[in-house]
């Protein structure tokens, strides 16, 4: 069976974590375990781990990847338990 998200059933839009990408202001960051998202004075969003570091303007964007790489990482965290 698959664990879904809370946030799948409610819509992203109520995701606190996609309120904070979507309301970064220009020089601003967010960190959190996996790397950190910043807005570059561009106004364009940038996402840093140890593997990647991808860009865009689209929040929407950027928080189905850190979703994915959390969610990635949650499941790896549980194979070890």
């Known amino acids: 069976m698959e664990q879904v998200d809370i946030y ?3 819509g992203f839009e109520s ?3 996609f309120q904070q990408i979507k309301h970064l202001d220009k ?5 959190f375990q996996q790397g ?3 807005k570059n004075e ?6 840093e781990t140890e593997d990647i570091h991808e860009a865009s303007k689209d929040p929407f964007r950027l928080y ?3 979703t994915a790489i959390m969610n990635e990482d949650s499941i790896y965290d549980d194979s070890k338990k």
């Open 36 to 38: 950190i998202i910043r």
């Open 15 to 17: 995701d606190p974590l």
């Open 27 to 31: 020089g601003s960051f967010i960190e």
């Open 64 to 66: 189905e990847k850190i």
């Open 8 to 10: 799948e059933y409610f």
């Open 42 to 47: 561009m106004g364009i969003l940038e996402l």
